[in-house]
Structures are given as structure tokens and as C-alpha cells.
């Protein structure tokens, strides 16, 4: 089960820390993706990281605003994201898997068999 949390309201140019938890009965983490969907549209990916090494990958338009950070320890999962933008509002979800994928499908939805409930990011401008 993965629980994230950390969204809210903030104006542009903001920052907010989202963060992902596995409970229950724990798994082993392989990678942790983030996705958002805006309304009226669909879901997009926008950053995710490997457990094993850190490696990451980003959506472009994140790419210089935000940074995807792991606690092994605490099976939890950091978005942190800056300088944030009218566009960036959306529900943010976090998802996980076993496996330890390549950089290059990191960004693919059906890598991951674990998703959380979502938590909304809305920016003012």
C-alpha cells in the first residue's frame, strides 16, 4: 500500500514536498514513479527513481524545478518540487515496483503494479 501526501495550495513560484510511503505489508521497492493528471487530461509521468542506484528520470518540464529523492530505510519516496507553476496543478499519485527497471521505461505507467491514492497540487498564479 503506498500513501502519498504533502500536496496543497501554493502560489506560483512556491515549493512543495510530496512524499510516498509503503505500509502495511511491505514489499521490497524496486523503483517509485510520480505521475499527475490535470483535469482534462491525461495522466502524465514526471519523475521517478531507481532504489538500487538513484537513478532517475524527468519530465522535461520538471526537469530544473524538481528533484526525486528515496529513504531506503523508511520505504518512502520524495518529490520535492520548486518554482512552481499555474500548470503544475494536478493530482500528483505515486507508484511503485518490485522490479528494478532500466532508466529508459522508468517513465512507463504499466512498470508499476502499486499506486496511491494521489494527493492534489494546485497553484495559484
Known amino acids: 500500500q503506498l500513501q502519498a501526501s504533502g500536496g496543497g495550495l501554493v502560489q506560483a513560484g512556491g515549493s512543495l514536498r510530496l512524499s510516498c510511503a509503503a505500509s502495511g505489508r511491505t514489499f521490497s521497492i524496486g523503483a517509485m514513479g510520480w505521475f499527475r493528471q490535470a483535469p482534462g487530461k491525461e495522466r502524465e509521468f514526471v519523475a521517478a527513481i531507481r532504489w538500487s542506484d538513484s537513478g532517475s528520470r524527468y519530465l522535461d518540464s520538471v526537469k530544473w524545478r524538481a528533484t526525486i529523492s528515496r529513504d531506503r530505510v523508511k520505504s518512502t519516496g520524495y518529490l520535492q518540487l520548486n518554482s512552481l507553476r499555474p500548470e503544475d496543478t494536478a493530482v500528483y499519485y505515486c507508484?511503485?515496483?518490485?522490479?528494478?527497471?532500466?532508466?529508459?521505461?522508468?517513465?512507463?505507467?504499466?512498470?508499476?503494479?502499486?499506486w496511491g491514492q494521489g494527493t492534489q497540487v494546485t497553484v495559484s498564479s
Open positions: 507508484a511503485a515496483t518490485k522490479s528494478s527497471p532500466i532508466t529508459g521505461v522508468l517513465a512507463r505507467e504499466d512498470v508499476y503494479e502499486y
